[in-house]
């Protein structure tokens, strides 16, 4: 259903199907929610270990909590945005760092882009390591001049030859600044938001410039001001797709 003021009437919302949960997705809040909550000491969790305990993490990832998004074929548990906030409603209710942490994985980010734009290839590396908590993301778009403003943030990318790993290669030179990176000091997969251009107007790049996403495990979740190269296979998609979306990976 599509509401706007003029749109939305008492019966419209009356008429809205009411969510429900699968038998799977109840059996998950039931078992393993159920479990982490009672792992879950908030005060430990946040005056003592500032911190969640590693048999917590651990226990979060044996049980997919940070695959709620990501479809079963690349090992995630595919659930309805229903029943991830079920899930996450359980969770507050314990501890609210507890419920960031598996938010965060659940909701914008490297997993959901890549899910949507990524090459087969970018999908089959990325997602089954994302799905089992092999890698853990954040996303990186806050910046300390603009905010969570997508549309005022300054960091920028450019396409151009650079050096990466010893060889001249196609690809991004990076300047950015964030802050407030939820997950950011420990996360291994980093989404980053930043506006990319083509000055020289290379062939297979879209010819203006875009809000670009990069999803860099290279870049060990840093949020300070960076000047970097990133080759253009890193693209989401890659970049003879850029016309598809604006997105971009490394």
């Avoid at 430990?44 to 590693?54: F, G, K, M, N, S």
């Avoid at 151009?160 to 300047?175: S, Y």
């Avoid at 290379?202 to 001001?225: E, F, I, K, Q």
């Amino acid at each position: 259903m599509t509401c706007s003021r003029a749109s939305l009437t008492g019966k419209k919302l009356h008429n809205y199907p009411q969510p429900h949960l699968t038998a799977e997705e109840q059996a998950f809040i039931d078992g393993p929610v159920e479990e982490a909550c009672r792992m879950a000491n908030d005060f430990q969790i946040t005056h003592e270990l500032a911190d969640l305990p590693p048999e917590l993490w651990a226990y979060l990832k044996e049980h997919r909590f940070f695959a709620m998004i990501i479809k079963k074929e690349y090992g995630g548990l595919e659930f309805s945005a229903y029943a991830q906030a079920r899930v996450l409603q359980k969770l507050s209710g314990v501890s609210g760092i507890l419920a960031i942490t598996v938010g965060v994985p659940n909701s914008l980010g490297p997993g959901e882009l890549l899910q949507h734009y990524g090459t087969e290839e970018q999908k089959d590396h990325y997602l089954p390591r994302l799905a089992r908590g092999q890698e853990i993301p954040c996303f990186a778009l806050t910046s300390p001049e603009a905010g969570s403003d997508a549309g005022a943030i300054p960091d920028t990318g450019v396409v151009c030859m650079g050096d990466w790993q010893g060889q001249q290669v196609l690809g991004m030179r990076l300047t950015w600044n964030k802050r407030y990176i939820t997950l950011a000091p420990i996360a291994t997969v980093l989404g980053l938001a930043f506006k990319l251009s083509d000055p020289e107007k290379t062939a297979g790049w879209r010819r203006r410039s875009w809000h670009y996403l990069c999803a860099d495990p290279n870049l060990n979740a840093r949020c300070t001001n960076w000047a970097s190269s990133l080759p253009a296979e890193r693209a989401v998609p890659e970049r003879s797709n850029t016309g598809q979306r604006c997105v971009c990976t490394n």
